[in-house]
């Protein structure tokens, strides 16, 4: 999605790469090592049209989205079972790298399935984060907790 929505496919850029080896990372620590997702830094005015043509929500600030994968969509340059892409605010990722990370980690749980919509939900998403960021080796960003 992101810039490839104008352009067409793109080359990931240094930033972009190492996020889809944590990425890597993180879906092996959720024990889905056999996935793939597709991890784009993205401008703050492009997340917001993006959220708005798809997603039909407006807002002032986006820091992360995530689209799954369409089912059968055909993949033949990988062997992995994509599960989607997470577009991420790529001023966070300036600013605040360890949010990014974390930010990643909740897209991915998006893709994996995990939802914030009721009090469980939450409880869950948030238990499965700080996890992964555990197993990761990275602290819990002072700004979310």
């Not at 062997?79 to 600013?95: A, C, D, F, I, S």
């Not at 984060?129 to 555990?134: F, G, N, R």
């Amino acid at each position: 999605m992101g810039s490839r929505m104008k352009r067409g496919r793109r080359r990931a850029r240094g930033p972009e790469i190492e996020l889809s080896r944590l990425a890597r990372r993180a879906l092996k620590a959720l024990g889905a090592g056999d996935a793939a997702v597709s991890v784009s830094l993205v401008s703050s005015s492009e997340l917001r049209a993006i959220k708005s043509r798809f997603l039909g929500e407006k807002q002032r600030y986006v820091d992360v989205l995530a689209f799954p994968e369409p089912e059968k969509f055909p993949h033949p340059e990988t062997e992995r079972r994509p599960l989607g892409e997470v577009l991420l605010n790529e001023t966070v990722y300036r600013k605040k790298p360890e949010k990014a990370l974390f930010l990643l980690g909740h897209g991915i749980l998006h893709l994996l399935g995990y939802r914030h919509e009721t009090k469980r939900d939450m409880i869950d998403m948030k238990k499965a984060e700080w996890a992964l960021m555990k197993t990761l080796g990275k602290a819990v960003p002072r700004t979310l907790l």
